[in-house]
C-alpha cells in the first residue's frame, strides 16, 4: 500500500495559518468570511491539528455561525470529490488564511488611521 503524506506545501502552509491564529487570538482581533454563503461566517478555530493522516480543524466555541464547527479531514482521499478529503482540506486553509490575513491588515490600517 502506498503512504501518502501531508503535502510539503500545505504542511507549510498549515504552519503559517497557525502562527496567524496566536497573532489574531492575542490581539483579540475579530475575524469572518462569506465563503460560506450570503451572511458572514466567523472563523475562531483553535490551531490546525496533525495527526498522522488525518488533519482536524475545531472551533473555540461551536455555534451556528463558524465557518468551520469541528472537521476532520484525510490526507489519503486525494480524489478531488471525496468528502473530507485532501483537496477540500486545501480548499478550507486557503480560505481561513486569506480571511485570517484580511481581518489583520484591517486591523493594522485602522490602528494606523487612528494615530
Known sequence: ????????????????????????????????????????????????????????I????PNQYDYIKKQRYCITKTDEFADNGLSELKYNVGII??????AIKQESTRLTDEV
Open 58 to 61: 475545531e472551533s473555540v466555541k
Open 1 to 56: 500500500m502506498k503512504t501518502i503524506k501531508l503535502p510539503k506545501a500545505l504542511a507549510e502552509r498549515i504552519n503559517e495559518v497557525n502562527d496567524l491564529i496566536k497573532i489574531v487570538t492575542d490581539e483579540c482581533i475579530y475575524v469572518t468570511t462569506y465563503a460560506g454563503g450570503t451572511w458572514p461566517y466567523v472563523i475562531d478555530i483553535k490551531p490546525i491539528n496533525v495527526n498522522g493522516k488525518f488533519v482536524t
Open 97 to 102: 488564511r486569506r480571511a485570517l490575513l484580511s
